[in-house]
């Protein structure tokens, strides 16, 4: 199993820039993909963006395309969410997740999630 806490969560304005990060301990780091969740209020849970185990390969959610950028230090076991040019509508709690599949089998992991409040 692997255990995920966020950091880095808070409230800015719109047009501001928060960076939000996600530890991870227990197995190896490298045997995941990791990925940035969402869910405002009286929503589902949405992506954000993802990240291959090795980095090499990135996705974005459209509506943060351009604004966010996702990375991770496998070194230091360690995933990065930057978001700039923030938006009133990117309020939303948001959840670190880690994912690994063993044949047919997926696995999530998730961590407590951070709150993000853009104000207008």
């Known amino acids: 199993q692997v255990q995920l806490v966020e950091s880095g969560g808070g409230s800015v304005q719109a047009g501001g820039s928060l960076s939000l990060s996600c530890s991870a301990s227990?197995?190896?780091?490298?045997?995941?993909?990791m990925a940035w969740y969402r869910q405002a209020p009286g929503k589902q849970r949405e992506l954000v963006a993802d990240?291959?185990?090795?980095?090499?390969?990135?996705n974005y959610a459209d509506s943060v395309k351009g604004r966010f950028t996702i990375s991770r230090d496998n070194a230091g076991n360690t995933m990065y969410l930057q978001m700039t040019n923030l938006k009133p509508e990117d309020t939303a709690v948001y959840y670190c997740n880690a994912r690994t599949r063993v044949i047919f089998i997926i696995t999530n992991y998730w961590g407590q999630g951070t709150q993000v409040t853009v104000s207008s």
């Open positions: 990240i291959t185990s090795g980095g090499g390969s990135t």
């Open positions: 227990g197995e190896t780091f490298t045997n995941y993909t």
